[in-house]
Structures are given as C-alpha cells and as structure tokens.
Nanobody
Framework: QVQFVESGGDLVQPGGSLKLSCAAS????????MGWYRQAPGNQRELVAT??????TYLDSVKGRFTISRDNAKKWVYLQMNSLKHDDTAVYYC?????????WGQGTQVTVSS
C-alpha cells in the first residue's frame, strides 16, 4: 500500500527558511491531489497546502510564505517554507487530499524558536 516518508524538518529561527520533502510509495501517486498537513501538540491536524495537477491551495496563514510542489516521476512532494514564524512550529505530514488514514508517516518536526 501507499506510504509517505517526510524529511527536512529542523530547528530554525523566526524569519528563516526550510524545505520539506516527502517520498511516496505506490504506483498511482500522479493521479492524486497531495497535501501537506501539520499538527502541534494538543491541536487538530490542519491542511497547510495542496497541489493537484495544476492548481495549488494554501492555508491563509501561510499564503505568500509557503510553496508546495511535486515531482510525479520521482513520486516526491515538497514544501518550501520561508519567513517562518513561531506559530509554524508543528509536526508536518504529507498525504493525499482527502487523506488516506493508512498512509500517514511519522512526520517531520519543524521548530521555529528564537
């Protein structure tokens, strides 16, 4: 079954940048809308950005700062994060949109702290 593995999270200062990567297994990656989700301790998991064939969507709080992209041939999806804020601190996950419960990875921790 399809499985996602996230990487690239780190400890960064406010205003810094980070690029997250997601490697996807399976043979039908290219037909799905993909998304980046994030979850802070005690909070609900929220959808941060999505990418379909040609369109992208973003959570209002990250518009202009985050950019989602994908490489269907390599079955990778990326999230470029700029101008990071303290409120961006969370574990970031990638998955289909809507999500596949059985495909969640461990996520990658992004910590924004001064």
């Amino acid at each position: 079954q399809v499985q996602f593995v996230e990487s690239g999270g780190d400890l960064v200062q406010p205003g810094g940048s980070l690029k997250l990567s997601c490697a996807a297994s399976g043979s039908i990656f290219g037909i799905y809308t993909m998304g980046w989700y994030r979850q802070a301790p005690g909070n609900q998991r929220e959808l941060v950005a999505t990418i379909g064939g040609s369109r992208t969507t973003y959570l209002d709080s990250v518009k202009g700062r985050f950019t989602i992209s994908r490489d269907n041939a390599k079955k990778w999806v990326y999230l470029q994060m700029n101008s990071l804020k303290h409120d961006d601190t969370a574990v970031y996950y990638c998955n289909r949109v809507p999500y596949d419960y059985h495909s969640w990875g461990q996520g990658t921790q992004v910590t924004v702290s001064s």
